[in-house]
């Protein structure tokens, strides 16, 4: 049964612009105030980076699914697919995640400064087939490398305000391109949503 448009369980603009890009038409289905969404991103003991992205989009796509039912749009064979996705940054087993004020997006930069680190992104869909619900998982692990940068290079970043709310305090799409010196992987997946992956699950799922 061909689908037409998915849910995106995501506010993030850069997912709304690849799902664009791959010629898929979604409508937001975010969480509500009854819902602590910043709990599903806690980070348990000494995880490593690829089994916490997938554990937490694992929790968001269930959370996802939930939501959809309480708001009776789960109900129908033909109901359109979940998709919700996790980007997290990791040096070695050290996973960085979004940085609470000004102090934690500097000691992240700094620490991001001259080397190499992992950008992984889960993808995460739930489509119905008859009565039963599948889901499908993708990950999308890439490497990104920084130039060294002095105090001021950080400082006039933090200033623009863009470390606040992205894992490891930078975003690829912005201003902190101009520190990257080598990318190998996906960029789309380093942006949050690797098309490549994120096609072969909606495949599945029969939306494209």
Request: proline content about 3%; aromatic content about 6%.
């Amino acid at each position: 049964m061909k689908r037409h448009f998915i849910y995106l369980a995501s506010q993030s603009p850069r997912r709304a612009e690849l799902l664009a890009q791959l010629g898929v038409s979604h409508r937001l289905l975010l969480a509500d105030e009854t819902e602590d969404a910043e709990s599903l991103e806690e980070i348990r003991g000494k995880e490593a980076p690829a089994t916490y992205v997938h554990r937490v989009t694992k929790l968001k796509l269930e959370a996802a699914v939930e939501r959809a039912k309480r708001r009776n749009l789960w109900d129908a064979l033909d109901t359109p697919p979940i998709l919700c996705a996790d980007t997290t940054v990791a040096m070695g087993r050290m996973i960085l995640g979004k940085p609470d004020g000004e102090r934690a997006a500097k000691q992240m930069l700094s620490a991001l400064s001259g080397k190499t680190h992992r950008v992984l992104t889960s993808v995460g869909v739930a489509w119905r087939v008859g009565k039963q619900v599948k889901t499908g998982f993708v990950l999308s692990d890439s490497r990104v490398t920084f130039a060294r940068l002095s105090k001021a290079d950080i400082a006039v970043y933090i200033a623009t305000g863009e470390p606040f709310g992205k894992a490891g305090s930078y975003g690829v799409q912005g201003k902190a391109a101009a520190f990257i010196s080598n990318i190998a992987g996906s960029y789309s997946g380093i942006m949050g949503l690797p098309l490549h992956e994120t096609a072969c699950l909606l495949r599945e799922a029969k939306i494209l």
